[in-house]
Every structure is written in structure tokens, then in C-alpha cells.
């Protein structure tokens, strides 16, 4: 299994503008100056994907009280995700990467073991963006359950 380019901490985060689930472009850039995480997922209204998102939801005031805002990037439409929002009342933001290159510059899509087959998809992966737009940390092959708490606990937010 060949392994997709990995970011690590002190990294340049890759630059992107992607669309929102209303159609407006959001950008890294966005953010300068500001931390924020950015976190990459499968696909919407799925289990694991909809837990992840409920739990940045439901704890967003937590980051926002640490300085930290929250994207999360899925190769969804920006309607998909529209409708994501619109079910679980979700918070953060929604962005579209239909093309994979944002997640592919990020290492977050590549080959991946699914149910022990090789496939081609979506590596579950957050990270933490500095204010000075590099990695503060990367998280690869994450687990949706619990991982708002660990990351809320681990980066000390």
C-alpha cells in the first residue's frame, strides 16, 4: 500500500477555496492570523461522519472560547451538505471538495484499508492550523467516536 504524502507538524498548510454549503467561498486565507482546525471526512449524513460533525457542533463554543475555528471538508456537493446541515442542525462550516485536491495536498485521500481490502478514498484525518498558517498537529486514520473530546483534551483547548 503506497502511502500519500503526510503532513507533520511545522508544515506550510496547503492553501484552498473551496465552496460552502450556501455557495460562498471560503478560504484558508480566511482564517490568517486565527487558528482553526481543519478536518477532512468521507461523506455526509453517514454514521461516523454525522457523529464527528454533531460533536465540533456541539462543542464549537469550546473552540471558539480557545480561538479556534472549525472546517470541515468532504467530497460532497455543496447541496449534500446543505441538506447535512439542514438534519443535524450542525454549526461549523461545510465545505465541498468534490475534486479531492485539497484533500489530496493534505494527505487526507489515498489508499486506505477498508473491511482489509486496498481501496481509494477519503482518510478520516484533523488538523490543527496555526495563526502563522502552519501544522500544529496532524491526525491520520482518526476515529469519529470521541475524537472532539481527545482533541479538545490533547491540544489543551
Known sequence: MTEATRLTEGDKAPEFSLPNDKGDTVSLA??????????????????????????FSENLSEFEDASVAVVGISPDSPEKLAK????????????SDESKNVMTAYGAFGEKKNYGRIVQGVIRSTFLVGA???IESAQYNVKATGHVGRLLRDLDL
Open 30 to 55: 480566511d482564517y490568517a492570523g486565527k487558528r482553526v482546525i481543519v478536518y477532512f471526512y468521507p461523506k455526509a449524513n453517514t454514521p461516523g461522519c454525522t457523529t464527528e460533525a454533531c460533536d
Open 84 to 95: 447535512f446541515r439542514a438534519d443535524h442542525d450542525l454549526t461549523i462550516e461545510l465545505l
Open 132 to 134: 502563522d498558517g502552519t
